[in-house]
T-cell receptor
């Protein structure tokens, strides 16, 4: 398996522009998580889905952020309009929860490094 | 979820065992202890988890005290590739897999 796939790996944009981050979870996993990591705040959970349904979006910082999971193999995180303080590394993770696997681990993608100028 | 306390950093000599402590004094009966690590510029990686018994896998061993208020992750033979930030996380098994990462411990393995 190729693991969790994220695109793009790097994104540089200007303030006010729309940004869309993409994630393909591991095939067969039924849970998907979006995290954001900054030096100041560390690794924060933004939103997570189970069976394509958003379970908890309380970590989404503002209405400028939105996430969708139209099917089991694809999810997007959109920021509109983007601001410099959104600059961070965004990670997507997936897991086979709750019935899958003894280890119940989350598998993380390589992340998308977003820079908003 | 219960919070955890870890030392901010520690060094370890290559080939020696690395013992990473974690305090979780407010842990509840249905909460597990999870360990993840993050190598620089990569996504976090699962290491091990346990409830109350000691656990061992191909990567590490997890020792949980009898009162479950603290635990130790043991890397038996540290290598340079084990240099990473190690996160100790406590979460309930029915919490939809939600993980709350703290600051972790920066482990540096030196030759």
């Amino acid at each position: 398996d190729a693991g969790v796939i994220q695109s793009p790996r790097h994104e540089v944009t200007e303030m006010g522009q729309e940004v869309t981050l993409r994630c393909k979870p591991i095939s067969g996993h039924n849970s998907l998580f979006w995290y954001r990591q900054t030096m100041m705040r560390g690794l924060e959970l933004l939103i997570y889905f189970n069976n394509n349904v958003p379970i908890d979006d309380s970590g989404m910082p503002e209405d400028r952020f939105s996430a969708k999971m139209p099917n089991a193999s694809f999810s997007t995180l959109k920021i509109q309009p983007s601001e410099p303080r959104d600059s961070a590394v965004y990670f997507c993770a997936s897991s086979a929860y709750p019935e899958g696997g003894l280890r119940d681990e989350q598998f993380f993608g390589p992340g998308t490094r977003l820079t908003v100028l | 979820d219960a919070k955890t306390t870890q030392p901010p950093s520690m060094d370890c000599a290559e080939g020696r065992a690395a013992n990473l402590p974690c305090n979780h004094s407010t842990i509840s009966g249905n909460e597990y202890v999870y360990w993840y690590r993050q190598i620089h510029s990569q996504g976090p990686q699962y290491i091990i988890h346990g409830l109350k018994n000691n656990e061992t896998n191909e990567m590490a061993s997890l020792i949980i005290t009898e009162d479950r208020k603290s635990s130790t992750l043991i890397l038996p033979h540290a290598t340079l590739r084990d240099t990473a930030v190690y996160y100790c996380i406590v979460r309930a098994f029915d919490s939809w897999g939600k993980l709350q990462f703290g600051a972790g411990t920066q482990v540096v393995v030196t030759p």
